[in-house]
Structure formats: C-alpha cells, structure tokens
C-alpha cells in the first residue's frame, strides 16, 4: 500500500514561510479545501488598500499589527531587485508518463539541429485523501539563454519552422526589496522583507478599488516591483471566477458544468504555469478569467455550492483531467494533442456535437470537402440552439485586403501573399499546418493558435480559406479551440432538459464527475 497521500498530508501540514510558498507553486489546505493564490496586480510603483473590517498587518521578518476598518493605506516597495533567471524556450510538453511523446519530439529538434533536454513541472499532492497528480515533462531547447536569446530564437523558429514558442524562466534567485504598508499620513504601518500579508477576514479587502476576500500578500514580483497575490479558498475563488466565463443568466446546469470544469482546471494547472512568479495562476484568460467579489451572483454561488468539490477524473487511473474549455465549437469538437500538442487525452476527444444523432459527420472533418459540405449544411448543434446564442459566431466570414494579409505575415519572410494552403486539419477541420506562399519564398505555419493570431485572431481555425480580387477571404465556423467543453453547447444541452453530469459526460469522455473533497 502506498504511503504517498500520507507523506503528502504531513509535509502540507508543516509550518510553512508565506513566500516559500507563492514561490513553490503548491497548494495550501485549509480544513481539506485547497486554498490558490491567484496574481490579482503586478509590476505595479504602488498599490491602493482600504480596509473594509478589522485587519491585520503581518510583514515577513517583523512583528505584526491591527488596524480598524476605513483605512485607507498605500503599499510600494523598497529597494526593488528582479529576480535572476535562466530562460529556456519550450519546444512541447507531454504527460510525465508519455516517454514515447518526448521521445519523438526531442528527435524531431535533433533532427533540426536543435539539442534539447527535459524539465519536470507539476507535482503529486493529496487533498482528502485523494492522490492528485498533474506532472508533466517539457521538452525544451538547451544551452545557456538569457531571456533575449530565447526570444531570438522563439523568432528564428517562428521564421524558419512556422514554430511559435514560449520563453520559460528557471529562477536561480528570488527578486528581493522590503515591502512596506503606509498610512494615510505616510507612517510607515508595516515593513517586511520582500512581503507584507495583509487579512481582513470575511470583511475583505478593497485593492485599487476592487473587493477581494481572501488574504492579500503583497510582495515583490520577478521585475522587482510590487504584486499583490490573493490566497484564497477554491470554492470562493470560483465564486469570482464561473460568472467572469460564463453569462449567470445560463441555466443552472449549465453554470454546474461550468464550476466542475472550472475547478478541475484550475487544479490542473497548479505549478505547470507562471514557474517564474511568486504565484500559481493569473485572472487573466492565459488560466481563467477572475474578476473577484465583484462578480458575484446569486446564480453562480448557487452552482458552486451544489458541486462543491466536484472534478473530472478520468475512469482508467483516476487521473485529473484538464477541464478545458471554449466559447463555441461550432458544431464538432478537436482533439487536445492537435491544438496543444502533448500527450493524447482518452478525456479529450473531438465529436460531433449535433441535437440529431446522425452517422452523417462521424468521421470527422479533416479534409477540405468534408468540412466544405459541414460549413455549408450547418447541422444544428447544441452551441447554435443555446439560448441567446449568436449566430455570427456559429458561422463567420472574415474578409481581409492583400494589403493587410501581407502585413499580417511580414515577420515571415514571404513578400506578398501568392497563395494560403491548409495542409493539415483536425478532426473538427481546424487548421493546424498552413503553407503561406509568396513572391520571396514558403513558410508552414503549425499550430491552431498561430494560424489564428497571424490573420488578426479569427474567431476559430475551422475555417476555408480562398482568394479573391481585392484579398483573401475566410468562411468558418465556431469560436475558440474546440477542445473540452463547448459552453454555449453546454448552455444549449441544458436549456434541453440535460443534468450537469450529462453535459460533462458528452465532452469529456472517459471521464466521470467525482468529489475530491468536502
């Protein structure tokens, strides 16, 4: 029998440095819930607080102190160092069991002449017993980079492969600066070594103007300058975070189906991002929008509470599934490994996702015909029946100048614009390699994103693509990645009549809704 949910239990139960741990990436338990911490403002000279009840001041490395409500205080940091770090540009990523996959990847940048080595993120930790393991292994390429040398060589793939990497930073030592509190007259409250948390209780925080309930650490960020990191439970972190993704006036199952992904995501996604910040997710949409206590709405606190605690696993090894999600998969879904690369999801299949049931569409979408007939038949899909649904984003046309395309591809290389060739879709018919052919030469541009970011962000990559006397035109379908849950699919499934678990069960497949904890 396995010792590990023990081990974990009692190293999470240990005292631990407050900074340590924004920095370590890990989560906190508090009474088995975990608890986030969550980037809320960044590289900021100064930031604003009032207090909203009884607060208390509790710098690093000095004695604390309480303040009344109504005080209003600013926060700066004292002589402010960045952080110091090794950059590395990451080339793929796979589940920490998929030998094969970083195999493969790290021969097909041998075979560039790239040299590569790997990196292990994520971790193994417990919450109620449960085993959660999120490990993953990034391919990355090798050598000594500063942080402009992995941006040049982000640009050299980019010019020579159609490649668009990400920059990682490895921190070789912490940012440093004292952290200081001031009041209204400019006393000096508070001064701590590189951090200061600050806890209202339930009353909560106003920061820059804006309601949080959690506590507030403020400390210095990796560009030397001032965050302000919000740790707070999960379940009260998606109060501010499932009406940020998702209209509250959905119906409630549909709001259900939105809180389980969500947490599974968020769960996914602890010490896989932002390695080089003393946080463990964004509120931006880079993890999940988060807009705090102000978006809290009695819907959405509603389906929250009703599935406290709930998270896709997968059926075969209890895996943690990534709760991923987009705005409308324009009536079919993608395959994870084809938007991201990585490791194949049994979790994260793309199907069909019609109100009839039909063979007609099967077989996916990958070629230009099949998904020809599919934009121009438009079965009805759960995303196009939802309830407030826009039908301009189900099906779009986009009508770009040659002008504007040749600008748009300028960093390529190519000169103006002779020809664009989709070479190899998804199963929904996603774009994910595109030849651009122009008066200078060719370049193949891979991956679903890119394609989308190089013509001005399309609205999806399920898209057509043909000339016309003035530019290129692009007739497609659907708005965003397609993989996971389609939301306004989920919203459509439920205004039918269809449970939370219903809605998840046909997005996520081979994966059940399961609680984790209390």
């Known amino acids: 029998m396995s010792h590990l949910p023990l081990l974990v239990a009692i190293l999470l139960a240990q005292p631990i ?47 604390g102190s309480g303040l009344p409500a109504g005080v209003r205080l600013r926060a700066l940091v004292r002589g402010g160092v960045p952080a110091r770090a090794a950059w590395s540009p990451l080339l793929a990523q796979f589940e920490a069991s998929d030998r094969t996959g970083v195999r493969e990847a790290r021969e097909r940048w041998s075979d560039r002449g790239v040299p590569t080595r790997t990196r292990s993120v994520g971790g193994v ?18 050598g000594p980079f500063t942080e402009a040398s992995a941006l040049a060589f982000a640009a050299e793939a980019w010019r020579r492969w159609g490649e668009r990497l990400e920059s990682l930073p490895e921190v070789e030592s912490q ?4 952290v200081e509190v001031l009041g209204e007259r400019g006393e000096v409250l508070a001064r701590g070594d590189r951090l200061v948390v600050i806890d209202a209780g339930a009353a909560g925080l106003s920061v820059d103007g804006k309601d949080q309930r959690g506590r507030v650490h403020l400390t210095v960020d990796a560009s030397g300058k001032l965050a302000a990191v919000l740790v707070i439970p999960l379940e009260e972190l998606l109060r501010g975070l499932v009406p940020s993704e998702m209209p509250a006036g959905a119906p409630q199952e549909a709001l259900r189906a939105q809180a389980v992904t969500a947490r599974s995501n968020v769960l996914a996604q602890i010490g896989t991002r932002h390695l080089g910040d003393p946080w463990s997710i964004c509120s931006d949409v880079h993890c999940q929008a988060y807009r705090g206590e102000s978006a809290h709405v009695a819907s959405t606190d509603a389906a929250v509470r009703a599935t406290r605690g709930e998270a896709l696993l997968a059926r075969e090894g209890g895996r943690l599934v990534d709760g991923v999600y987009s705005a409308m998969c324009g009536g079919h879904g993608e395959d ?19 109100v009839a049931a039909t063979s007609d569409w099967s077989g996916g979408l990958a070629t230009e015909a099949r998904l020809a007939a599919f934009l121009a038949e438009s079965p009805q899909a759960w995303c196009a029946r939802a309830p407030g649904a826009r039908a301009d984003r189900y099906r779009w046309e986009r009508r770009i100048p040659q002008p504007e395309v040749d600008r748009l591809v300028a960093g390529l290389g190519v000169g103006s614009v002779d020809a664009l060739t989709v070479l190899r879709r998804g199963t929904s018919g996603r774009a994910l390699s595109l030849r651009v052919d122009g008066e200078r030469g060719s370049v193949t541009v891979h991956g679903e994103l890119r394609i989308r970011r190089l013509f001005g962000d399309l609205p999806s990559a399920m898209f057509l693509v043909a000339g016309s006397p003035d530019g290129w035109i692009f007739r497609g379908g659907g708005w965003g990645h397609g993989v996971g849950m389609c ?31 209390e």
């Open 17 to 63: 440095d407050p900074l340590e741990m924004l920095w370590s990436h890990r989560i906190g338990l508090s009474g088995g819930e975990p608890s986030i911490a969550i980037r809320i403002a960044e590289q900021r000279d100064e930031i604003a607080l009032t207090t909203r009840g009884a607060t208390s001041l509790e710098p690093r490395g000095a004695q």
């Open 125 to 142: 930790y417990a919450i109620s017993g449960r085993v959660i393991d999120n490990r993953r292994t990034l391919v990355v390429a090798q």
């Open 175 to 178: 940012p440093d600066g004292t």
């Open 336 to 354: 994870n490994e084809r938007v991201w690369g990585g490791t194949p999801s049994p979790s994260l299949r793309g199907r069909p996702d019609l």
């Open 487 to 517: 939301q306004w699919g989920a919203i459509g499934r439920a205004a039918a009549g269809q449970d939370h678990r219903r809605i998840l069960g046909a997005y996520f497949s081979e994966a059940d809704v399961a609680r984790v904890y």
